[in-house]
Nanobody
Framework: VQLQASGGGLVEAGGSLRLSCAASGSTASINKIGWYRQAPGAQRELVATVTIGVRRGGLNYGHFVKGRFTISRDNAKNTVDLQMNNLEPEDTAVYYC????????????WGKGTQVTVSS
């Protein structure tokens, strides 16, 4: 599967951004799709994922989201969007689109990251 992310950029604290990820290829094998992020010097961490496999509709958000971000999926377009509101400087990171596929074993795929910078 190929994952193409878009929508990053520079925004002031309190502002909003919307990230979009388009999946192509083996999309029928996707079990889970969403977003992770990685700030400089930090480990990659979960932002939000949605399960579209057996446990369809299950949502997971990172502990820091606190109701500010919303993940949504368009099944017809094979896209997953992340609406981010009330952004904080601590949200500055490279955001990666992520997909988990069922191919015998569970296999993780990553798109190229998109930079999100929040100025104070």
């Amino acid at each position: 599967v190929q994952l193409q992310a878009s929508g990053g950029g520079l925004v002031e604290a309190g502002g909003s951004l919307r990230l979009s990820c388009a999946a192509s290829g083996s999309t029928a094998s996707i079990n889970k799709i969403g977003w992770y992020r990685q700030a400089p010097g930090a480990q990659r961490e979960l932002v939000a994922t949605v399960t579209i496999g057996v446990r369809r509709g299950g949502l997971n958000y990172g502990h820091f989201v606190k109701g500010r971000f919303t993940i949504s999926r368009d099944n017809a377009k094979n896209t997953v969007d992340l609406q981010m509101n009330n952004l904080e400087p601590e949200d500055t990171a490279v955001y990666y689109c992520y997909a988990q596929l069922v191919q015998g074993l569970l296999t993780d795929y990553w798109g190229k990251g998109t930079q999100v910078t929040v100025s104070s």
